[in-house]
C-alpha cells in the first residue's frame, strides 16, 4: 500500500509471478488483515481505515471481501448492521466461514463459501468465534472490556447447546480433539485472578485451577484428523468445583479508594477532603480506643517517661453458622442448580430465555462452589 494511493490485493501461483491469478483494489484502506481458508482456495481480506468519513464510528471503518483463488469470484461480504468487524473466522472445512460484526451488541452470522448468508445467531455483546476443529461446535464469545459470556453452538442442528460465563478471559482455545475447551487469564493483559478454566464440549466446568502469573497457556499440538467427529455428549462424571478455602484460597482485594492524580500516587499524605476526614477520625479513634500505656511515672522501669504503644483492634468475629442454617442453605444452593439444569433442558429445546433467566445460567460455577465449601466444612 502507498500513501494516497488505493490498496491492491494480488494472488500469485508459486513460482509463476508473472500473472496474476487474482487481484482486488480497495479504495478505502489503511492496513489489510488476510484469512486464507485450510485448503488455501479462498481469501478473506478484511481493511480498516483510521478514520471514518462519514462519522459513524469513532473507530474508523471495516470492511471485508471474498476473493477466489481461481480468478472466477470475489465480492464485498454484505454485512447488514453498521459498525466494525470483531472477529472472522473459517470453518475446517473451508467451506462456510462466521463473521461477528456491528455495533455492540454485535451481530454473528454463517455464511456459505459464496458468501451468502446461512444462519443469523442473534444480536448479542460478542467478539469472538472459533469452531472446534472438527467443525461441530461453534464458540462464540464476548472477551476483553465485555463480560466473558460463551454460547456454544450445535453446528449440525444450529442450536444453542449451552451459555456460561468465563470472566475477565484473555485466552480462548479448543482441544485437538474438539471435546474441550480452554479459557485462561493472562498477564500482562490482566495482573490479577490469573489462571485457567476446562470446559466440556457441553458448557460444564470441569476443572479449574489458579495461578499467581500466567503469561502463556496452550494444548500440545496433535492433528485434528486423529480425533473424528462425534456428536455432543454429556459431561464426564463426576464433576468437580474445587472449594475455593484453605491455603489456595485468594485473598480479597482492598478496595481502590478516592482517585489521586499520577504525581502524588505512593503517597501517605491523604489528597482528598474525604481522605483527609478520615485520616483525622482515625487518629481520633487511635487515641482514645487502641492505645495503652506501659510504665507509670516514677516506675523504676520507666524512669519517669510514659512510653505508648498502638494496639491494632481485633477483627470481628463473625458468628458460627448453626448447622440447622447451614444445611437450610445447602438446600437453597441445590434447588438453584436444579433450576440452572431445567433453563439448559430449555435451551437444549430451542427455547428462548428472558435475561433474568441467563444471568441465573452464568451463576452455575459460583453455586457449586459455594456448595462444595459448605459440604467440606
Given at each position: 500500500?502507498?500513501?494516497?494511493?488505493?490498496?491492491?490485493?494480488?494472488?500469485?501461483?508459486?513460482?509463476?509471478?508473472?500473472?496474476?491469478?487474482?487481484?482486488?483494489?480497495?479504495?478505502?484502506?489503511?492496513?489489510?488483515?488476510?484469512?486464507?481458508?485450510?485448503?488455501?482456495?479462498?481469501?478473506?481480506?478484511?481493511?480498516?481505515?483510521?478514520?471514518?468519513?462519514?462519522?459513524?464510528?469513532?473507530?474508523?471503518?471495516?470492511?471485508?471481501?471474498?476473493?477466489?483463488?481461481?480468478?472466477?469470484?470475489?465480492?464485498r461480504v454484505a454485512l447488514d448492521k453498521e459498525g466494525p468487524i470483531h472477529d472472522v473466522t473459517w470453518s475446517p472445512d473451508s467451506k462456510e466461514f462466521i463473521v461477528c460484526y456491528g455495533?455492540?451488541?454485535?451481530?454473528?452470522?454463517?455464511?456459505?463459501?459464496?458468501?451468502?448468508?446461512?444462519?443469523?445467531?442473534?444480536?448479542?455483546?460478542?467478539?469472538?468465534?472459533?469452531?472446534?476443529?472438527?467443525?461441530?461446535?461453534?464458540?462464540?464469545?464476548?472477551?476483553?472490556?465485555?463480560?466473558?459470556?460463551?454460547?456454544?453452538?450445535?453446528?449440525?442442528?444450529?442450536?444453542?447447546?449451552?451459555?456460561?460465563?468465563?470472566?475477565?478471559?484473555?485466552?480462548?482455545?479448543?482441544?485437538?480433539?474438539?471435546?474441550?475447551?480452554?479459557?485462561?487469564?493472562?498477564?500482562?493483559?490482566?495482573?490479577?485472578?490469573?489462571?485457567?478454566?476446562?470446559?466440556?464440549?457441553?458448557?460444564?466446568?470441569?476443572?479449574?485451577?489458579?495461578?499467581?502469573?500466567?503469561?502463556?497457556?496452550?494444548?500440545?499440538?496433535?492433528?485434528?484428523?486423529?480425533?473424528?467427529?462425534?456428536?455432543?455428549?454429556?459431561?464426564?462424571?463426576?464433576?468437580?468445583?474445587?472449594?475455593?478455602?484453605?491455603?489456595?484460597?485468594?485473598?480479597?482485594?482492598?478496595?481502590?479508594?478516592?482517585?489521586?492524580?499520577?504525581?502524588?500516587?505512593?503517597?501517605?499524605t491523604p489528597t482528598s477532603l474525604s481522605d483527609r476526614a478520615a485520616a483525622l477520625d482515625g487518629v481520633g479513634k487511635s487515641a482514645t480506643s487502641s492505645r495503652r500505656i506501659v510504665g507509670?511515672?516514677?516506675?523504676?522501669?520507666?524512669?519517669?517517661?510514659?512510653?505508648?504503644?498502638?494496639?491494632?483492634?481485633?477483627?470481628?468475629?463473625?458468628?458460627?453458622?448453626?448447622?440447622?442454617?447451614?444445611?437450610?442453605?445447602?438446600?437453597?444452593?441445590?434447588?438453584?442448580?436444579?433450576?440452572?439444569?431445567?433453563?439448559?433442558?430449555?435451551?437444549?429445546?430451542?427455547?428462548?430465555?428472558?435475561?433474568?433467566?441467563?444471568?441465573?445460567?452464568?451463576?452455575?460455577?459460583?453455586?457449586?462452589?459455594?456448595?462444595?465449601?459448605?459440604?467440606?466444612?
Open positions: 500500500m502507498v500513501q494516497g494511493a488505493p490498496a491492491i490485493v494480488r494472488m500469485f501461483s508459486i513460482p509463476n509471478f508473472s500473472t496474476a491469478l487474482s487481484n482486488k483494489t480497495f479504495y478505502k484502506a489503511d492496513r489489510i488483515t488476510m484469512y486464507w481458508n485450510d485448503l488455501g482456495t479462498n481469501l478473506l481480506v478484511l481493511t480498516m481505515t483510521d478514520v471514518d468519513k462519514s462519522n459513524k464510528s469513532y473507530y474508523g471503518e471495516t470492511n471485508l471481501y471474498y476473493l477466489a483463488v481461481a480468478g472466477n469470484f470475489d465480492c455495533s455492540m451488541p454485535a451481530k454473528t452470522t454463517l455464511f456459505d463459501h459464496r458468501a451468502t448468508p446461512i444462519f443469523d445467531f442473534g444480536i448479542n455483546p460478542r467478539n469472538f468465534v472459533k469452531f472446534n476443529p472438527q467443525g461441530r461446535t461453534i464458540c462464540i464469545a464476548g472477551f476483553g472490556n465485555l463480560n466473558g459470556t460463551v454460547d456454544l453452538w450445535d453446528r449440525k442442528s444450529l442450536r444453542k447447546i449451552n451459555t456460561f460465563a468465563a470472566s475477565n478471559a484473555s485466552h480462548c482455545e479448543w482441544s485437538p480433539c474438539g471435546r474441550y475447551l480452554l479459557t485462561a487469564t493472562l498477564t500482562p493483559r490482566l495482573r490479577v485472578d490469573n489462571g485457567f478454566k476446562l470446559w466440556h464440549h457441553s458448557g460444564t466446568l470441569i476443572y479449574e485451577e489458579s495461578v499467581d502469573e500466567l503469561y502463556q497457556i496452550a494444548f500440545r499440538p496433535e492433528p485434528a484428523s486423529r480425533y473424528p467427529m462425534r456428536s455432543i455428549s454429556p459431561p464426564p462424571n463426576p464433576i468437580k468445583i474445587l472449594p475455593t478455602s484453605g491455603s489456595g484460597a485468594k485473598a480479597s482485594a482492598a478496595p481502590a479508594g478516592a482517585y489521586r492524580p499520577p504525581h502524588l500516587r505512593g503517597s501517605a507509670a511515672k516514677g516506675s523504676p522501669k520507666s524512669n519517669g517517661k510514659r512510653e505508648v504503644v498502638a494496639a491494632p483492634k481485633a477483627a470481628p468475629v463473625e458468628p458460627a453458622m448453626s448447622e440447622e442454617e447451614k444445611q437450610k442453605k445447602i438446600r437453597n444452593l441445590e434447588k438453584k442448580l436444579r433450576q440452572i439444569r431445567d433453563l439448559k433442558d430449555k435451551l437444549k429445546h430451542g427455547e428462548e430465555l428472558a435475561p433474568a433467566q441467563q444471568q441465573k445460567l452464568t451463576s452455575e460455577v459460583t453455586v457449586m462452589r459455594e456448595l462444595a465449601n459448605l459440604r467440606i466444612e
